[in-house]
């Protein structure tokens, strides 16, 4: 078995068994990482470089780790303190590292599309790590490796993704995913903050209320309000917000069974979830960013052209 792309720049482009093979991948990383030595010599001969545009603390340092774990060698680049201020272009800046042997790039841009235009351009390996409001694949694959331990399956389990799915690359490339693996997917929130034909476009249910939906689903994947995103005022307050579709307590305690909560962080506390909603038994938002390692080792393995794991 082997991945049907050089390059991890969405999961709208990868197939059922691309997906598979992550998740399995990742599995057999997650082994590795409770062996007492957590290293291994994978990508000994590889270098990695981490172009972050954007700010990220999850995600960057997951990659990181990711790296230093499969025993790659990596350069860590951010925008700010950069040649990029004295207005050096993304594909100069590139091209420029690449010709120190680089051989694979993780990036985050704030433009949706920036790896896309990359991997037109250079011959080195792109992962995206979030663009715009585009894509964050590997933050889907670890949700689905998280949401597969918890219920044990993804094809038919009802997934709801609650909150900004307007501005969200989360939630696009998780609906992509779920949708994918067989999965029944709902978004909810309030009218302004989800996209007019979704339904349409990607198979989902739209529902404006949350109680019913949290009735309905087995996993809530509850989303961060972007206000670095919207140029417009799209409701009230977050007070109002908080009232309307914030995850409380009671809310959880007045469903007929218990669900799973998930958020992909970085939490604003008090609006989209409760801080008890956040830090209870139901939530498994720490699972996920542990998650986020084993699945960007794979990620990363794969990518490099190495062959599924087995006995690493
Ligand atoms: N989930 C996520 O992408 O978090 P960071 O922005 O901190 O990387």
Request: charged share 20%; net charge neutral.
């Amino acid at each position: 078995m082997s991945l049907s792309t050089q390059h991890l720049l969405g999961i709208r482009d990868l197939t059922k068994e691309d997906i598979s093979l992550f998740l399995q991948t990742a599995e057999q990383f997650k082994e590795v990482l409770q062996r007492p030595v957590k290293k291994v010599p994978s990508l000994r001969d590889v270098t990695i470089v981490n172009l972050f545009f954007e700010n990220s603390t999850r995600t960057r340092i997951s990659f990181e780790l990711a790296e230093k774990r499969l025993s790659a060698d990596t350069i860590n680049f951010a925008a700010s303190g950069s040649s990029v201020s004295k207005g050096e272009t993304l594909l100069d800046t590139v091209n420029n590292i690449l010709s120190m042997k680089v051989d694979m790039v993780v990036m985050r841009h704030s433009a949706s599309g920036a790896p896309h235009f990359l991997a037109k351009h250079i011959p080195a390996a792109i992962v995206n790590a979030g663009d715009g409001i585009n894509e964050h694949p590997t933050q889907a694959l670890l949700d689905a490796l998280s949401i597969k331990e918890k219920t044990g399956k993804l094809e038919g389990a009802r997934i709801a993704i609650i909150g900004d799915i307007m501005h969200s690359r989360v939630a696009q490339s998780n609906i992509y995913l779920l949708k994918k693996m067989g999965a029944e997917v709902t978004v909810c929130g309030p009218p302004t903050l989800i996209p007019k034909y979704i339904h349409e476009a990607l198979g989902v249910n739209v529902s404006y209320n949350l109680k019913e939906t949290l009735e309905w689903c087995d996993v809530a994947n509850v989303l961060r309000i972007q206000l670095e995103r919207q140029n417009q005022v799209l409701f009230s307050s977050l007070r109002e917000y908080n009232l309307s579709y914030g995850i409380s307590r009671k809310l959880l305690d007045d469903l007929h069974k218990e669900i799973v909560i998930m958020h992909p962080g970085p939490i604003n506390r008090g609006v989209e979830l409760d801080s008890d909603v956040a830090d209870s038994k139901q939530s498994i938002i720490l699972q996920q960013v542990e998650n986020g390692v084993a699945v960007r080792m794979a990620v990363l393995y794969l990518l490099a052209g190495k062959t599924p794991v087995s006995n690493n």
